[in-house]
């Protein structure tokens, strides 16, 4: 039986302002990115949407950002690498914290936003963030962009690592993604995006820009619910795998601590 | 053979702000208060710090705050219960985070400024920073007032309390802290400073302000390392001590991660 | 003529995250209190309601807080008065700057939350919020809570001083807010709030709780925008006082820069 | 008489960190750039350094930062447009509110570290820059590396420039700075410096890092005060410039608000 797992970020409110429908997602997806408080979530909002995940039985990985919190972490930013490691390991500890208070394990990471899209090619700060989950607990698995070099470089250095594709990205025929910038590089028709993801996980392909196949590796599928016709898509994407017999679960099922 | 612990605030830099002299502390005390990134400490110089105290094989605890940089975690906040319960776990796990990449386990918490004070008396934000240990450590010991409230009412919800008394305050004739305002509050000698730690170690006690005796249970002295004075004094404490026999060790015995 | 002026908290998103319409509010109130960044607000999404502000001819004040980004500035702080008048004078400078470059000048002063309730009775933390605008500009009138010591306090000390009453909240019989811990203390019925809001303008009453009138001395009301609902209850609260013939004006024109 | 500037970076403590000698450097350079609260200063701490400049009758200008306190503004960031025209308008307004309350008029605007360095040849970046100070006071003077782009791109949109060139720094020889990462690059002789500084002033030129003579037209002089040595360089060199009859003066005379 085919299984593929679903993967979504929560925990992204602050403070007095809301952001997402965790409680939405956590019905949709089987893992959740969970903010660490350096592009979005405090820690009070933080624990709210572990304890929720751990009722939902959706696993959780520590979603490591650079600290911007006014950028929401989507800006590049160089730091030197002991900034790098510190910032990432002192993030996964505090989530290991308050998954610990919610009576589940941190079971990946995940970097977010610009320092994600950095270490899909930039090595050094690559090589940062893999120094940090090994320094802080190196069963932690990784979640990188399929095809990006970041990919072989964690399992080089010893990291499981769980490629994921974009559910709502178009795709270049090198498997790279189309840059946001042009045009076409978001799709929005729920039933088209559902039926590319279902030939992903059962074919690996993935169909390009250009009307071509390209090979993507996934194990994972990164959906969005940042407003609401996010969550339709993403509860569309999962029905229509599930309706497909595809079983959607967890890379690594959920721990308790 | 007598044994007494010696704790200190340490970690308290702030990216290009320095702040005290650790390495020079951690040859002094057995135990340190790491700054969590609330009130101090960025986490490339919290790791720094923690290697240091792995070397020296000093015991840490998770110094937490607090959310104030700008004002140092002194100032007085009402939080709720979650979010002050979420901000003790949050730290407590950044912290423990950080030792584990230092080979070092996280033995106790120690409560900062404005929250170390106000918890001594406040039963709820005390019980809060009680709940947010047990949450995410219940072997974690608390670091408390001597003769505080919060002694008696941490140790009947289960936690390991260690009492502790304050090398350079004066006392009043109840055993409580004479206040910051009043004149007289913080003893400047080394001497007096080191014979009084002795006599409280040996005997007990301490000497009043009205040049009384009261009765301090303390487990550990706190000591303070901010200014090259304050490293003297700390440094001269520490001496006296072991002259008389009495052996410097911390209450907790470090761990490696 | 009968004249009253409309105030609303505006420019509340903070970086990715949106709070309010402020769009909408707009066109109903006569008067914006902005976020000045301590609470909520970055600059560039101050600088876009301000630009609004200007485009739609309402006057803008500066809503200035304590520096409690997590919190919404709604927690209470104890700074010292060089903290405070600090702070004040910076907020307030950085609201000027940014009114300038929308070709506005800023007309008046509102504290926020923890703030505003602290100086409605705190002489200590009302003089330094009265001596931070005088030393940076004493021309700047502060809207002050109906009733409260802080009126006369600040009249004393020479500001123009703005008496506010608030539409959706209930009333003691001495003319001071039923607490929010108290049943009934928001309102929710937007045609008895409109009515309410009428009777005080035009016979300077409101009634209170226990079904008594009293006597509120207000140059402005303050409406809250940050539902749909709120919108809705203060647009309703402007046609009515516009169909009584009423005249909605700011107590201090928009002045450009 | 030939005329100079010197100026240095003030103001750089934070909340109980503190950094530099803000009151020996008031003695020796005519020109502050004083910090804004993005990457150092927090408003209190910033209106104590004012008042001081405002006694010593050093003119003032706004030390503009990326928001990174963390990273004392030192590290690449890339915001866009909207959002560093608004942190510079936000800052300089900050700095002129307090000024104003310390009875000075800020003259001018030099961006601090990482964004001083990206405008020096970054286009966009340095528009930005400069739509911000015409927005808020086109009065204001740009302090700018000399040679680099900035200084005719900022003079075309129309602002006062003020080349400066450094005093501890060793130059390449079409004038640009020896990169720190190259040995050599900064200089630690204060004689040596003096007596370049001294020929910059009288002939125009500074010897090269391959000895050779460039033309570099500054018309202020940047020099250090973060530790005892640097502030003693400083003094030197303007003992050296003094003794030689130069006439050190802000290139705009400090204004009161």
Redesign the interface.
Same mark, same amino acid.
Do not use: C, H, T
């Given at each position: 039986m085919t299984v593929i797992d679903l993967n979504s970020d929560l925990g992204e409110?602050? /403070?007095?302002?809301?952001?997402g429908d965790d409680h939405a997602m956590l019905d949709i997806v089987t893992s959740a990115n969970v903010a660490c /408080?350096f592009h979005?979530g *405090?820690?009070? /909002?933080?624990?709210r949407t572990l304890r929720a995940a751990s009722k939902a039985g959706v696993a959780v990985g520590a979603h490591v950002s650079y600290?911007?919190?006014? /950028?929401?972490g989507?800006?590049?930013? *160089?730091?030197?690498s002991?900034?790098l490691?510190? *910032?990432v390991?002192?993030?996964?500890?505090?989530?290991?914290?308050?998954a610990?208070?919610a009576g589940l394990a941190v079971t990946y990471v995940k970097p977010h936003g610009a320092l994600y899209n950095t270490i899909a090619s930039d090595k050094r700060q690559a090589a940062d963030v893999i120094t940090?989950i090994q320094?802080? *607990?190196p069963q932690l698995s990784l979640v990188a962009l399929a095809g990006s070099s970041l990919v072989a470089q964690a399992r080089e250095a010893g990291l499981t690592v769980i490629p994921e594709a974009f559910a709502d990205r178009a795709y270049n025929a090198d498997g790279t993604l189309v840059s946001r910038r042009q045009p076409g590089a978001v799709l929005h028709d729920p039933d088209l995006v559902a039926r590319r993801m279902l030939r992903l996980v059962t074919e690996g392909v993935v169909e390009t820009v250009d009307n071509r196949m390209v090979r993507i590796d996934a194990e994972s599928i990164c959906v969005h619910g940042d407003s609401p016709s996010a969550v339709a898509m993403a509860r569309h994407i999962r029905q229509r795998l599930e309706s497909a017999g595809i079983k959607l679960q967890p890379f690594s099922l959920p721990r308790t601590a």
């Open positions: 409110s602050f /403070g007095a302002w809301r952001m /408080g979005a *405090d820690p009070a /909002g933080i624990l600290p911007d919190l006014v /950028g929401f989507r800006r590049n930013m *160089d730091p030197s002991a900034e490691i510190g *910032d390991i002192y993030q996964i500890g505090a989530l290991k914290g308050l610990a208070a940090a320094a802080i *607990d």
